[in-house]
């Protein structure tokens, strides 16, 4: 059985008459028209992150804790990156190498 939110959450957008739900934490804006998108929105005003993925929350914590898990190989090289795409982006700086080109 559907669950309906509060009365004070959800009100009617008199332009398109559609439901809209809106945050009820204070100071808040917050407009949805999907109860599901009000929900994971209410996440964020936690200390809880709403993420789709485990990959997605694993590297947001590496965000607090200051983990830099991709070290660069280059000899000299100290750098240190929070996601494998940005090592990868670094790496090109030691070969020069330019993936993409001006036509």
């Known amino acids: 059985m559907a669950s ?3 009365p004070n ?3 009617e957008d008199k332009r398109a008459n559609e439901p809209v739900y809106r945050c009820d934490k204070e100071d808040c804006d ?7 998108t009000l929900r994971r929105h209410k996440l ?3 200390n809880e992150r709403a993420t789709t993925t485990a990959g997605h929350l694993k590297r947001h914590k590496r965000a607090h804790s200051g983990e830099r898990a991709h070290a660069c190989g280059a000899l000299g090289c100290e750098y240190r990156a929070t996601r494998a795409s940005a090592l990868t982006a670094h790496t090109h700086t030691h070969s ?8």
């Open 9 to 11: 959450v959800m009100e």
């Open 96 to 103: 020069g190498e330019r993936s993409f080109a001006c036509d």
């Open 44 to 46: 964020t005003h936690g």
């Open 4 to 6: 309906f939110p509060p």
């Open 30 to 36: 917050y407009r949805t028209e999907q109860i599901s």
